[in-house]
């Protein structure tokens, strides 16, 4: 079992007894809260460009901002706006905080990659808000052309590990990116911290915590073999 790391901050996270199964993990909602910088960011949005405010209560969680734009206000540029709406997040990230035992996922996990719709100036600025540090493998939006629901980001995480997506787990939050897992031929473990377990269909296991996620994923480990 590799030694605990220590952030930046000091933390020192106690190591999760994990088993040896690679890891894809999404960042907002799995990893660390986000949803006040991301509402703050679409509320001021919306005023600036005269948008009705319930654009705040259709939020497509999950997707990049470039996609959640050309849904919302599909009469602007939606890669004008995303770059805009990613900016005004990575510039605020008060109230960004990591889950409990996300420190010890990232101290823990022998083959992770974390896999974002964020692009990385964001993803970067949101873990160092939440004290976590940056993982060995960081997949964003940068390293694909289609986003999640598309299996394409999944698919790009297993590849930066070097393994097959038949063996990956990946651990998602928002129905995009448990769509996205899915149709990438992946197991998924959904973390019910942004959405019902309802609106998650076709997951392996449902978490309340991360530090459920031991347990679960030995239940899963058979499939690993030989990968």
Do not use: N
């Not at 690679?22 to 005023?47: H, K, N, Y």
């Not at 734009?69 to 905080?97: I, S």
């Not at 790009?156 to 031929?185: Q, W």
Request: overall charge negative.
């Amino acid at each position: 079992m590799p030694a605990a790391a220590t952030d930046r901050s000091g933390y020192h996270p106690v190591v999760m007894d994990l088993p040896d199964i690679p890891i894809l993990s999404d960042l907002d909602g799995t990893l660390i809260d986000s949803t006040r910088s991301v509402i703050a960011a679409f509320r001021w949005w919306a005023e600036l460009r005269g948008l009705p405010p319930d654009v705040v209560d259709r939020l497509p969680f999950g997707r990049t901002s470039t996609d959640a734009a050309a849904m919302l206000a599909p009469q602007l540029d939606p890669a004008r706006e995303g770059a805009l709406l990613d900016d005004r997040q990575a510039e605020r990230t008060e109230g960004v905080a990591a889950f409990d035992g996300a420190h010890e996922l990232l101290a823990s996990a022998r083959r992770l990659a974390v896999v974002t719709s964020g692009p990385e100036r964001l993803a970067t600025a949101r873990l160092r808000a939440a004290g976590l540090p940056r993982p060995g493998f960081l997949v964003t939006p940068e390293c694909w052309t289609r986003g999640k629901p598309d299996p394409e980001p999944y698919l790009v995480g297993a590849r930066v590990l070097g393994v097959e997506p038949r063996a990956c787990v990946v651990l998602e939050d928002a129905p995009a990116g448990v769509e996205s897992g899915l149709a990438a031929g992946m197991r998924v473990v959904a973390m019910l911290t942004t959405h019902r377990r309802e609106a998650l269909p076709g997951a392996s296991a449902y978490l309340g915590s991360l530090r459920e996620l031991p347990e679960v994923l030995r239940s899963l480990a058979p499939r690993d073999r030989g990968a």
